[in-house]
């Protein structure tokens, strides 16, 4: 495929085996990665910030194998940056219940709630560290450009990737709050339709006896705009009716951050980039993270899945002929056709959750509840996918 950028082009550096463009999370975990495998690795700063507010309130559930690649890596955060969830809670609008234990499935923690500028912080800190990587602020040329600059990523649309997007009818408004009573390592979502399909998760944050939480609520638009203008107070007042009072008083400790909600994948993961000329060496490329594909957050596994691409694409690499170089199609392929499938079945799972809340009818309102409720009864196919979702064959 041919590319119309001219950081393509350029052969002046030779040095790299591999350029990451993007120096996020996804970014930074897969150059530490490719740096224990002894390959000279550029990290290209993102061209494009987070939204205003974003950053401060950022908070991820991670599960079993994102943890332990992490850990592996040296930078899993500790103490208050680092909240492990026991219980997941979640209601339905009808009266649908559907809970998750720790206890129940063998495992410590069903996962862990982590705090974004501290995991960003401690990534950097091992990326200094390693001699092999060498952070830039301009691209350059290498045997293999891996694409991390997240879902309106510039190159993607350079090298003429589609990148195929279907628009939810809500926002997500994300802050930290913190409440009377504690959290209890306790995780909890609320399907609701009073004011429209709305899903609010009140995500542990701040440590084991924290009073603290990471708000991730899914709105239609004109709500969110509407909420994030409120006065603190007032919000407050519609978030402590929205959950129920379930935790007591709520205090407002943070931004809030509005952003719209979709679905996407790019039409494909890797390919070749056009040569300068014919003396020029081949390159090829490869998408990871939200460059490649997006999801609906209400279950929680958008990091997880990047971490897992920066995993996947690290194991193919190190596991390739000796023969075959960097910018081996063949070679990133494998890496295509592993992710892609596991992408595309988290697509349609959180798609297929999101549409079927959407239904405004009593009936369909009455008939998810009680799936949800029965489905809470059939404990070997609930801990199938308790075990789907933490990443752990126990």
């Known amino acids: 495929m041919a590319s119309t950028s001219a950081h393509f082009a350029s052969q002046s550096d030779t040095r790299f085996d591999v350029c990451i463009r993007g120096a996020g999370i996804v970014?930074?975990?897969?150059?530490?990665?490719?740096?224990?495998?002894?390959l000279k690795v550029a990290l290209v700063h993102n061209p494009a910030s987070l939204p205003a507010g974003h950053s401060d309130v950022r908070a991820y559930s991670l599960n079993l194998a994102a943890k332990q690649l992490l850990t592996d890596l040296r930078c899993w955060p500790e103490g208050a940056a680092c909240t492990p969830i026991l219980k997941m809670h979640i209601e339905g609008d009808q009266g649908g219940d559907l809970d998750f234990e720790a206890s129940q499935q063998g495992v410590d923690a069903l996962n862990w709630m982590v705090d974004v500028p501290s995991l960003e912080k401690n990534l950097a800190a091992a990326v200094g560290y390693q001699p092999l990587i060498e952070e830039r602020q301009e691209p350059v040329s290498a045997p293999l450009t891996v694409i991390c600059e997240g879902r309106a990523s510039q190159t993607r649309a350079e090298l003429g990737v589609q990148f195929d997007i279907k628009h939810y009818s809500q926002h997500a408004l994300a802050c930290r709050i913190q409440t009377?009573?504690?959290?209890?390592?306790?995780?909890?979502?609320?399907?609701?339709?009073?004011?429209?399909?709305?899903?609010?998760?009140?995500?542990?944050?701040?440590?084991?006896?924290?009073h603290q939480w990471a708000i991730v609520w899914s709105l239609t638009p004109?709500?969110?705009?509407q909420l994030s203008k409120l006065e603190a107070d007032q919000f407050c007042q519609q978030l402590f009716a929205a959950s129920q009072g379930i935790a007591g008083s709520v205090q407002?400790?943070?931004?809030?951050?509005?952003?719209?909600?979709?679905?996407?994948?790019?039409?494909?993961?890797?390919?070749?980039?056009?040569?300068?000329?014919?003396?020029?060496?081949?390159?090829?490329?490869?998408?990871?993270?939200?460059?490649?594909?997006?999801?609906?957050?209400?279950?929680?596994?958008?990091?997880?899945?990047g971490l897992g691409d920066a995993m996947a694409l690290a194991q193919v690499i190190q596991a390739k002929e000796f023969w075959r170089p960097l910018s081996d199609l063949k070679m990133l392929r494998r890496y295509e056709r592993a992710?892609?499938?596991?992408?595309?079945?988290?697509?349609?799972?959180?798609?297929?959750?999101?549409?079927l809340f959407a239904q405004p009818a009593l009936p369909i309102q009455k008939i998810r509840n009680w799936g949800m409720s029965g489905f809470n009864q059939l404990l070997p196919l609930k801990n199938w996918m308790a075990r789907k979702a933490m990443q752990t064959n126990n």
């Open 180 to 210: 009377a009573a504690p959290h209890g390592q306790v995780a909890r979502q609320w399907f609701q339709n009073s004011h429209g399909p709305e899903i609010l998760a009140f995500l542990p944050i701040g440590g084991e006896a924290s």
């Open 252 to 305: 407002l400790i943070s931004e809030r951050a509005v952003w719209p909600l979709q679905l996407a994948r790019a039409s494909q993961w890797t390919g070749l980039i056009a040569p300068a000329s014919s003396a020029a060496p081949a390159q090829a490329f490869a998408l990871a993270g939200d460059a490649a594909h997006a999801i609906h957050p209400l279950a929680g596994q958008g990091l997880n899945v």
């Open 339 to 355: 992710r892609q499938a596991e992408v595309l079945a988290m697509g349609c799972v959180t798609d297929g959750l999101q549409v």
């Open 27 to 38: 970014g930074r975990s897969l150059a530490l990665l490719l740096a224990a495998q002894r």
């Open 222 to 225: 004109d709500r969110a705009q």
